[in-house]
């Protein structure tokens, strides 16, 4: 198994330029989220799916989209990049107790 | 949202025991969590422990968790260089399985 996947690693982007991180799993996990981690500031939570074709905000959703159309896979848009969105960003899944973390992709936006 | 909170800092000498201490909110919460970072590095999950439970034990890794004082400490023991990481609490909030952090504890281990 590889676990949960994500590219790219590192992107830099231009203000108001578009993108997809992906983020796919091999485990069958039901559940798929996105963090973003910031210096001094924790993870927080982007939005989630408990399961293909179901999706929801965390604690900043403002600015990125997702979708689940499949169980393996759980992309998230950013439509318009700011440098606010400069950040490591990390996906997760999970099936009951245990939560598994990609290795992180990170975005500078200028 | 209310705060999982952890002291930013600990700086122990190899051999020694580390205690990272954590306080969380939610009272509801079923399951407990510690995972670590390392620099440049996704995080990895060391040990859970169920709301029901006082302790958990895993080699060098204690969990105590003071379910009334809503207080989680991860005890790591025989600290090694190796160790040298940020560590980050987590509660699994509400029905959906989401996980909210601590900001983490940066351990140092100096030889």
């Known amino acids: 198994n590889a676990g949960v996947t994500q590219t790219p690693k590192f992107q830099v982007l231009k203000t108001g330029q578009s993108m997809t991180l992906q983020c796919a799993q091999d485990?069958?996990?039901?559940?798929m989220s996105w963090y973003r981690q910031d210096p001094g500031m924790g993870l927080r939570l982007i939005h989630y799916?408990?399961?293909?074709?179901?999706?929801d905000q965390g604690e900043v959703p403002n600015g990125y989209n997702v979708s689940r159309s499949t169980t393996e896979d759980f992309p998230l848009r950013l439509l318009s990049a700011a440098p606010s969105q400069t950040s490591v960003y990390f996906c997760?899944?999970?099936?009951?107790?245990?939560?598994?973390f990609g290795e992180g992709s990170r975005l500078t936006v200028l | 949202g209310e705060d999982v909170e952890q002291s930013l800092f600990l700086s122990v000498r190899e051999g020694d025991s580390s205690v990272i201490n954590c306080t969380y909110t939610?009272?509801?919460?079923?399951?407990l969590y510690w995972y670590k970072q390392e620099p440049g590095a996704g995080l990895q999950l060391l040990t859970y422990?169920?709301?029901?439970?006082d302790m958990k034990q895993d080699q060098r890794l204690t969990v105590l968790l003071n379910k009334k004082d809503k207080h989680l400490s991860l005890r790591i023991a025989d600290t090694q260089t190796g160790d040298s990481a940020i560590y980050f609490c987590?509660?699994?909030?509400?029905?959906?399985?989401?996980?909210?952090f601590g900001k983490g504890t940066k351990l140092s281990v100096k030889p």
């Open positions: 422990i169920f709301s029901n439970m």
């Open positions: 997760a899944s999970s099936y009951g107790t245990a939560m598994f």
């Open positions: 939610d009272s509801s919460s079923t399951y």
């Open positions: 485990m069958n996990h039901e559940y």
């Open positions: 987590a509660e699994m909030r509400g029905s959906q399985g989401n996980l909210i």
């Open positions: 799916s408990v399961g293909a074709g179901i999706t």
